[in-house]
Structures are given as structure tokens and as C-alpha cells.
């Protein structure tokens, strides 16, 4: 164990008491790619699990200059002042080929920062999609386990980190800035189907008749989409916003609310919850099976071997990977 962390019972407690610190503290040792760190991490977690605490799990994703950090400043002081504890995540899997952290940028959020109900964690730098995905998913049981109302899942909207922060949130939004119709080819069809509520952001000043229109729009576009049984009749669908001035924050908000009180009626959010828990086991799973193949230097050299005997026809590539996996299910069957 971290000789830097408290024992994981009174970690365990300050986290379920809302201590900040803690939960800085635990999201670190999440993050930690030691083997006996990860050992700690995982107790913890799942001395938290089944706590019953249930964040509004919301995906924010937009492309840079979008206005993701002013929105989510705007709106989580909203929500802040309505008395509901917000927590933001950032998903950053460009900060792995940049070394930075575009979204960790200190200066963002000021305000939301400073608020007393508020915890903002950026994205770690260096990461691989699968440790940031990982990641991600711990802190949001780590957060709700500290009984934060609302976490805001943020992403730019770049490769597959967009449908990974989909697949753990209860509700997912696409933020968009005002724009000509080429611009609605632009936006991935996959995408318009995951998303629940499209925001048109930059809804003020000279912006706003060209923000009415994108609206209609992507409104317009929604209605040709196939309807999803988790949403009712007017679902998904398109507003406007101004995160600058405000205007229809609260009537995002209450959107927001509206979808999720009515997937919680038609137990759409349950199910949705249990199948996201048993995709990420999966997910565990595959990863823990695939770091036996690279962490183990015996069956790394076998590897090595077979995957020489396919580059030189020698083996087919189905046989080697059944030769694989069968010595990897002999190692698992003796413990
Ligand atoms: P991010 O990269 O998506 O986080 O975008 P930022 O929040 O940093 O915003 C990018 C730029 O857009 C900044 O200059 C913001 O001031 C501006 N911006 C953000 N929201 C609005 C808005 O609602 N209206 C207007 N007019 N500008 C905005």
C-alpha cells in the first residue's frame, strides 16, 4: 500500500463522507499503474460498491472552442446554486499523443473550481484509451460513492473517446456551435444517434440567427433518425443555449431531467446501468487477458514465437492464436 494514503477503511469512510481530499487521493491511486497500487484501488472500490448512491452520470462532448468549459462553468454553478454537488471528469485520450492535458488547463472553470460543491479532476496526460476509459469509470464510482448529485463526463470529440464516455453515462450530450448546413455532414451519424440532447452553444449576440438555424437543422435531422425505445416521443432533440449569457440553461437542465425521470419510469436506466456494469467486467476481463500476454515474459517469448511462425507461413493465424490461448486457459486453470 501507498505509504502517502490513510488505511483503505478510513480512505473508504472519508470518501462516503464527501471529503475532497479523499477522493483526490483515491482518483490518484486509480490512476496508478502500480500492480500494488491497482491491488489497493481495486479493495477500495469495491468496499464502496453497492453503496447505493446514484449519480446523474451526464457525457458532455464537443470539438475544441466548442465552449465545453464555459458551458460546464455555466451550468454547474447553476446547478451548484440549486443546491445539487457537481463533479467533472475530463477525457482526454489526445493528451496521449500530446503529453499534455488540453482539458487539465488550470485556468478553465474558475469559478465551478473554487465552489465548495464542486470537484473538478482532469484528465492524466500519458494515458492509453483503455487506462483513461478504465480510469474514468472508477472515479464516477468514486464520485457518486461521495455522493456528488450530478458528474459531468467531459470529451472532445475526437476518435473513439466520444462512444467510450456514451457508454458510461446515464445521459449523453453533444454540444455544438452555430454554423452553415455543410457543417451538419460534419457531425458523425453515430454520434447523432447516441446523443439524448444536441446543444447548440454560442445561442447570443451576432451568433444567434445562425444558431436558430443550425438548431432547425439538427432538430430537422433528429426526426429522420430511428426512434429508440429508452426515449419517449420527443426524444432526442436539439436546443439552443448561451453559455456565455445563460440563456436556456435551465431549460436544458430540466430536459435532462425530464429524459432521465421518464427512463427511470420505464426502467430503461436500470437496464441500461446493469448492461454498462456487465460491459465493463468484460471489458476487465479482456484487458487483464491481454496483459497476461504482455506481462508475462514466458508467454511473451511464446508469442514472439508463434507470431515469427505466422509472419513466415509457417502457421496459419487462427492456429497460433488457438495455441496462445490455450497455454493462457492452462495458466488460468492452475490458479
Ligand atoms: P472548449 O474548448 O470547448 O472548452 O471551449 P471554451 O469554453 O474554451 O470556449 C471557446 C471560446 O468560445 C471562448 O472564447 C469562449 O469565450 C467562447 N464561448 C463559449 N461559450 C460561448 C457562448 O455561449 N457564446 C459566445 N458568444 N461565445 C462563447
Known amino acids: 500500500m501507498n505509504a502517502r494514503l490513510p488505511d483503505l477503511e478510513t480512505l473508504a469512510d472519508r470518501i462516503t463522507a464527501g471529503e475532497r481530499r479523499a477522493l483526490a487521493r483515491a482518483i490518484t491511486l486509480i490512476e496508478s499503474t502500480r500492480p500494488a497500487d491497482r491491488a489497493t484501488a481495486t479493495a477500495l472500490l469495491q468496499r464502496l460498491a453497492g453503496g447505493g448512491r446514484q449519480a446523474l452520470r451526464i457525457g458532455l462532448s464537443g470539438t475544441p472552442g466548442v465552449g465545453k468549459s464555459t458551458?460546464?462553468?455555466?451550468?454547474?454553478?447553476m446547478l451548484i446554486e440549486a443546491g445539487l454537488k457537481v463533479a467533472?471528469?475530463?477525457?482526454d485520450p489526445s493528451s496521449a499523443r500530446t503529453g499534455g492535458s488540453i482539458l487539465g488547463d488550470k485556468t478553465r472553470m474558475e469559478r465551478l473550481s473554487r465552489a465548495p460543491g464542486a470537484f473538478i479532476r482532469p484528465s492524466p496526460s500519458l494515458s492509453h484509451l483503455g487506462g483513461v476509459s478504465r480510469r474514468t469509470r472508477e472515479a464516477v464510482a468514486l464520485v457518486e460513492a461521495a455522493g456528488f448529485d450530478v458528474v459531468l463526463i467531459e470529451t472532445v470529440g475526437v476518435g473513439q473517446s466520444e462512444t467510450m464516455v456514451a457508454e458510461m453515462s446515464d445521459l449523453?450530450?453533444?454540444l455544438l456551435a452555430p454554423a452553415g448546413g455543410d457543417e451538419l455532414q460534419g457531425v458523425k451519424r453515430g454520434i447523432m444517434e447516441t446523443a439524448d440532447v444536441i446543444l447548440i452553444n454560442k445561442a447570443d449576440g451576432d451568433l444567434k440567427p445562425t444558431a436558430t438555424r443550425t438548431c432547425a437543422d439538427y432538430a430537422g435531422a433528429l426526426r429522420l433518425l430511428r426512434k429508440r425505445p429508452e426515449d419517449p416521443e420527443d426524444f432526442p432533440k436539439a436546443?439552443?443555449?448561451?453559455a456565455v449569457t445563460g440563456t436556456g440553461l435551465p431549460e436544458a437542465w430540466s430536459e435532462m431531467q425530464a429524459l432521465a425521470s421518464w427512463r427511470k419510469e420505464n426502467s430503461h436506466w436500470d437496464?441500461?446501468?446493469?448492461?454498462q456494469a456487465r460491459g465493463w467486467f468484460e471489458t476487465e476481463v479482456r484487458a487483464g487477458l491481454l496483459a497476461r500476454l504482455t506481462e508475462d515474459q514466458a508467454t511473451r517469448a511464446a508469442m514472439d514465437r508463434l507470431?515469427?511462425?505466422v509472419a513466415g507461413g509457417e502457421l496459419s493465424a487462427s492456429q497460433a492464436a488457438a495455441d496462445i490461448l490455450d497455454s493462457l486457459g492452462a495458466g488460468i486453470s492452475d490458479g
Request: aromatic content about 12%; overall charge neutral.
Open 172 to 174: 449523453f450530450i453533444l
Open 239 to 242: 436546443l439552443m443555449v448561451s
Open 271 to 275: 437496464r441500461r446501468r446493469a448492461d
Open 307 to 309: 507470431s515469427d511462425a
Open 88 to 91: 467533472v471528469l475530463a477525457v
Open 71 to 77: 458551458f460546464i462553468e455555466a451550468f454547474g454553478m
